[in-house]
């Protein structure tokens, strides 16, 4: 909301508190000033008019004004042709800097000369009107500006959800008052003046329909108005809150809106069927023109203020074109109602419409602001409109708000803040605010906080309010600190444990990426992983509608981005939740498996990918290693999104725990990204679940023999079956066994491989002979020899 | 015939004249090979020898074989030395020349942040929570005392699945499910994880991002510990001449309620153009855990009291390392990932 410093200085003794410092108090009782903008009108001079005729050869159409600055005449070129002769302006002699940052100078503009400038409303950070020159209704030619217009100082400020009673000049004054300690020079609850017969009454009648809707309606008769413009001290004050000056019946209602944060508004009395109101649901199809020249249809989820016949505005968003106060209305009906907040907001939010009305009332109102709003304005019409203020309102209030209090153990305040606050301090600041402290019998207190206060209802809330005054700075900062006879044992998180997998992945050249878990479902769709799928209802936009069921998607997603950036080789990795939808149905809560997935660029040959293949189950294997789990066995599998071919389901202690393949060439290709990639998906809660802490071997006391083999088979027979069965011959005094060859060729029969291992044979409590290892070959090749018809090359 | 003394001389001499080990070796074998030294061959007579003589040349022969290896030692050593000596001129490389690239990986410059967040308040006694982040309404809203048509909702603007589930909007269901877990305080918890409000993606904000939220439960805690506490943190990540603030604000699940700023890194405090004149930058929010949602958690309000914050992991990490769009942090460019 945007404030006025000056506008503030109505309502309390600003002396010796500059604008800064007023932001400065205001946000640090919970006001948030955001910006404060600095308006110096010191160096604008006010000119008169003496003469204004069209410029004889400019293109653009351009007026010639010879202006009166106080003993001197300045010809001045302007475009907007509203400064006719007579008319006082504002004037920015050559060589100053305008509000908005303009440097004017002399000139020449087609042959003419140009001094200075005549400035606009805009142009002079007085408000957003930038269609012609700023008209003022006085001042003398040669003075500074500043002695009719004061210079500007406007904060940006953002008021909570739950002040909306701040959402006035009004109320931000009386947190300034009481944040400075000063006192506020304006009561809550003004005055009525209504005095003309008939009661007003009498001469409107006010229904409503819809009590949980709209809690109060209250409906002023205000007669023989005289429309005409506003004085210039409130269409400026409107203007630098951002509003544009109308009429003055439109402008007071704007005007005590900014003022007290209720929303008002003025009906031409004459053109109100009956003249009746009734505060009723839209009924479907009905239509209304509303003052922005906007026709809207409405529903019945919508609240709409009717005549005897037809809607004639839209409950606190906003009025209807035709009921509408214009030059030539006489009297008025001036609403001030209190409507529902979700209500407005729901409306506000179909039509698309958000008015400074329907951000008030969304916030709940209090129903007692009505009031205060209602006879302010009233006021207001009769000292610049001149009309007849009838006595007797219509008032419909069926459910008066109910008066709140709130016991409070004043000990609380210093519990709960962690310092001392004196008890009168305390007691002040709450008066200041316009509580009523009333101290019992018991040294408890009763408290009454002022009617516009809804927000305030149990203890902690009134020392929210004593604290946020006294000053938080004023609170030292300490460590809590408690002997306790209980706790729980520290572990470390998921996260922390798994850093011991990234450790293995940036080694191996992996970069870790963070990618959204919203993704497009139709895509998900396309890639057939979509059976689980979470799809939110109210997606911003078709590229973020679904939760992913899979890493790898967004991976791929990212080797393309990088792609483009030119790199080739591209190794990630990501670990996050996948999301999958239980069986039962979607409104229940869907399994969020963690996972880790990595993805990395695997040439372009089929030989390269098989190669890439093996590297990644190395980097698959040393992470699961690092974590301490079991080792991996990899079983031949088909999956979505992998390769028929070269897909291999990781199976650790039985349970499988993902895939790891190169990915299907149409996977690759829908995601953009040319060449081979292989990846890996698991999930890690089971395997962080499977985790042993390593226990120490004694090292080993005698030397290990080495053999090396090479084994002849058919092409239809794993390495994995000849490791295999290897193990199985062995028996214990074989410590390892790897494989480091394959090969095709002359020296090996059609359709057949050769496959060369190394074995470690080692005992713990001997140095193995010759003859010893020799023996356990001969059994290891007899094995291969039965079982899988195994030659052996030298 | 040569006597040993005389072949003693000679060895020295060409041991004196010798430039390398390899020379040292040729000689070791001339004079002290086992067949054909000529040590050796100085005693190839020695059976026709009488006794008296034959003690006499073995003597000799002996002192000899061992004058020689002494010598050959001391040239070794000597060599040696002049070797290490001269190394600066025989083995200098260039050391500008670049090493090759180690194409090491990187982790994410959040998971680093978050880390580091939790390692600050884990010395704190704070333990990591972890929960869904597909919620039900209740958890997400209700237990957090942001009821339907609550006028605060619209800051937790989220994505529904239906219109008991969604996607949380902050990881404060966690806090109230770990309440109602651990049942009985002390309880010192932290909930880092992902959340997702329906905001358009801009430089400032993304419609997900991660927050680290923290929750303590104990008795008599103050508005001053959790000003301490925030400090602790704030001090442990960026340094001990950041200070804190807390400015009054409005949430729901606390009251009293505050903002937290952290005093500007570039000018102190004073106002300059990274903080926007301010001094001061908005990191959080954070507050006296409200009685009804200690409640919903099934603490006894009489009995315990609390305070709770939360941030994001992104704005910190900005903060931090001075990045100015929390979009990079999402878009897995390598080019960002790879200057952390």
Redesign the interface.
């Given at each position: 909301m945007r404030i006025s410093y000056e506008w503030l200085s109505d309502f309390l003794d600003l002396s010796g508190v500059t604008p800064k410092d007023a932001a400065d108090v205001l946000?640090?009782?919970?006001v948030?000033v955001e910006?404060l903008t600095l308006v110096d009108l010191s160096q604008i001079v006010i000119g008169k008019v003496l003469e204004q005729k069209p410029h004889p050869k400019s293109r653009n159409p351009l007026w010639i004004h010879q202006v009166d600055v106080g003993g001197r005449v300045m010809q001045i070129i302007a475009g907007a042709p509203n400064a006719v002769p007579g008319t006082v302006v504002p004037v920015a002699l050559p060589g100053t800097t305008v509000p908005n940052g303009k440097l004017v100078k002399d000139m020449n503009i087609a042959g003419e000369k140009a001094s200075g400038m005549l400035a606009s409303a805009a142009e002079l950070m007085l408000g957003d009107d930038h269609s012609g020159i700023l008209i003022l209704d006085r001042g003398t030619p040669g003075e500074p500006l500043t002695s009719v217009i004061p210079s500007q100082a406007i904060m940006e400020a953002e008021i909570?959800?739950?002040?909306p009673d701040c959402m006035g000049h009004l109320g931000v004054a009386r947190e300034l008052a009481a944040g400075l300690d000063r006192p506020l020079k304006r009561d809550f609850m003004p005055a009525f003046t209504g005095t003309a017969d008939p009661p007003g009454r009498d001469l409107v009648k006010v229904a409503i329909d819809e009590p949980d809707l709209c809690r109060r309606y209250i409906g002023g008769v205000i007669k023989d108005v005289r429309v005409g413009p506003s004085p210039d001290w409130m269409q400026r004050r409107l203007r630098a809150c951002g509003v544009r000056p109308i009429n003055n019946i439109v402008d007071i209602t704007n005007y005590v809106l900014l003022e007290y944060a209720q929303p008002l508004h003025a009906f031409d009395l004459n053109k109100l069927e009956g003249p009746e109101i009734h505060v009723r649901r839209a009924r479907a199809k009905e239509k209304l023109l509303c003052l922005d020249g906007v026709e809207r249809e409405l529903t019945a989820e919508m609240l709409a203020i009717a005549d005897a016949n037809r809607p004639v505005a839209i409950a606190g968003v906003i009025g209807g074109a035709d009921s509408a106060v214009t030059p030539e209305s006489t009297d008025i009906l001036l609403e001030s109602a209190n409507f529902n907040?979700?209500s407005v907001?729901q409306t506000a939010r179909s039509l698309g419409l958000r008015t400074e009305a329907s951000a008030r009332f969304?916030?709940?109102l209090p129903p007692e602001l009505a009031l205060a709003g209602a006879r302010r304005a009233a006021a207001l019409i009769a000292e610049l409109a001149g009309g007849q203020v009838h006595r007797e309102w219509a008032d419909v209030y069926p459910r008066p708000q109910e008066p709140v209090r709130v016991n409070l153990r004043p000990a609380l305040i210093d519990?709960?803040?962690?310092?001392h606050v004196p008890l009168e301090d305390a007691e002040s600041i709450l008066k200041r605010l316009n509580f009523h402290v009333k101290v019992q019998g018991g040294g408890e207190w009763d408290v009454l906080p002022p009617v516009f206060r809804l927000?305030v209802s149990?203890p902690?809330?009134l020392?929210?309010e004593v604290?946020?005054i006294y000053g938080?700075?004023r609170?030292?900062?300490?460590?809590?600190g408690?002997r306790?006879d209980?706790?729980?044992p520290?572990g470390p998180?998921?996260?922390?444990r798994l850093?011991d997998a990234?450790e293995v992945?940036?080694?191996?050249?992996?970069?870790?990426?963070?990618?959204?878990?919203?993704v497009s479902g139709r895509k998900l769709e396309d890639l057939r992983i979509a059976a689980h799928a979470?799809?939110?209802?109210?997606?911003?936009s078709d590229d973020?509608d679904t939760?992913r069921t899979s890493l790898l998607p967004?991976?791929l997603?990212?080797v393309a981005?990088?792609r483009d950036?030119g790199?080739v080789d591209?190794?990630?990795?990501e670990i996050?939740?996948a999301?999958l939808a239980r069986v039962g149905g979607?409104?229940?809560?869907?399994e969020?498996p963690l996972r880790l997935a990595a993805v990395a660029s695997a040439g372009t040959s089929a030989d390269q990918g098989r190669k890439a293949f093996y590297g990644l189950k190395s980097v698959l294997d040393a992470c699961t290693a690092a974590l301490s789990a079991p080792a991996s066995t990899y079983q031949r599998a088909a999956a979505q999104l992998y390769h028929p071919g070269r897909c291999a389901a990781v199976v650790i202690d039985g349970r499988q725990l993902g895939y790891l393949g190169e990915l299907h060439p149409s996977v690759t290709t829908s995601a953009k990204v040319e060449g081979r990639m292989v990846a890996f998906e698991i999930d890690v809660e089971p395997l962080l679940a499977i985790a042993r802490i390593s226990r120490a071997q004694p090292l080993p006391r005698f030397p290990a023999v080495e053999r090396d083999v090479a084994v002849v088979v058919e092409e239809t027979v794993a390495a994995g079956a000849i490791l295999a069965a290897i193990k199985e011959s062995a028996g214990e005094l074989l410590e390892h066994v790897g494989a480091f060859d394959e090969y095709r060729g002359t020296q090996v029969p059609d359709g057949h491989k050769s496959i060369a291992f190394t074995l470690t044979f080692r005992s713990p409590e001997r140095t193995l002979t010759d003859a010893e290892v020799d023996r356990v070959m001969s059994e290891i090749k007899l094995g291969l020899e039965k079982r899988h018809r195994a030659r052996f090359r030298e | 015939m040569i006597d040993a003394s005389a072949l003693v001389s000679q060895a020295l001499a060409a041991i004196g004249k010798a430039q390398s080990p390899a020379d040292l070796d040729r000689i070791e074998i001339e004079y002290l090979g086992r067949k054909s030294g000529h040590v050796s061959r100085l005693l190839s007579n020695i059976g026709a020898l009488p006794a008296a003589e034959k003690a006499a040349l073995g003597k000799a022969a002996n002192e000899a074989k061992r004058d020689i290896e002494d010598a050959l030692a001391t040239r070794r050593a000597e060599l040696e030395a002049g070797r290490l000596a001269d190394l600066a001129e025989t083995e200098a490389i260039d050391i500008t020349f670049p090493g090759p690239a180690l194409?090491?990986?990187?982790?994410?410059v959040?998971?680093q942040v978050?880390?580091q967040i939790?390692t600050v308040l884990?010395s704190?006694?704070y333990?990591?929570e972890?929960g869904?982040?597909?919620?039900?309404e209740w958890f997400n809203f209700e237990a957090l005392n942001i009821t339907?048509?609550h006028?605060?909702r619209?800051?937790w603007d989220s994505?529904?699945?239906?219109p008991?589930?969604l996607?949380r909007a902050h990881t404060s269901p966690v806090q109230i499910r770990a309440m109602q877990r651990?049942k009985?305080p002390?309880i010192y918890i932290i909930t880092?994880g992902?959340c997702?409000r329906?905001d358009?993606p801009e430089a400032t904000r993304?419609?997900?991002f991660?927050q680290v939220e923290g929750l303590?439960v104990?008795?008599?805690?103050?508005?001053?510990?959790m000003?301490?506490?925030?400090?602790?943190m704030i001090q442990s990540l960026y340094g001990s001449d950041r200070k804190?603030?807390?400015?009054?604000?409005?949430f729901p699940f606390t009251?009293?309620?505050?903002?937290f700023d952290v005093s500007c890194g570039i000018c102190g405090g004073v106002g300059c153009k990274s903080c926007?004149h301010k001094g001061w930058l908005e990191v959080g929010g954070c507050g006296?855990v409200?009685?009804q949602v200690l409640r919903n958690g099934g603490i006894d309000p009489g009995q315990w009291?609390g305070y709770a914050w939360g941030f994001g992991i992104e704005r910190m990490a900005m903060l931090k390392h001075d990045v100015d769009d929390i979009r990079l942090?999402?878009?897995?460019?390598?080019?960002f990932?790879?200057q952390f």
């Open positions: 946000t640090r009782l919970g948030e910006s909570t959800s739950n002040r907040g979700s907001r969304e916030r709940a519990e709960v803040l962690g310092t927000d149990i902690e809330d020392v929210e604290g946020r938080y700075d609170v030292p900062p300490t460590l809590p408690r306790h209980r706790w729980t520290i998180s998921i996260d922390r850093d990234r992945l940036a080694g191996a050249g992996y970069t870790e990426t963070w990618n959204p878990a919203l979470m799809r939110v209802t109210n997606a911003l973020m939760l967004s991976l997603g990212a981005v990088n950036h790199r591209v190794r990630l990795y996050a939740s999301y979607k409104s229940t809560q869907p969020e | 194409g090491r990986g990187h982790i994410h959040l998971t978050r880390r939790e884990e704190l006694g333990q990591v972890l869904p982040e597909v919620e039900t339907a048509g006028p605060a619209e800051n994505f529904y699945f239906s008991e589930l996607l651990i009985e002390p880092p992902r997702y329906r358009a993304l419609p997900y991660s303590a104990d008795k008599g805690l103050t508005v001053g510990d000003k301490g506490t925030l400090l602790y804190v603030r807390v400015r009054p604000s409005y009251e009293p309620s505050f903002e926007r006296m409200h009685p009291n942090f999402y878009e897995s460019d390598l080019r990932l790879e």
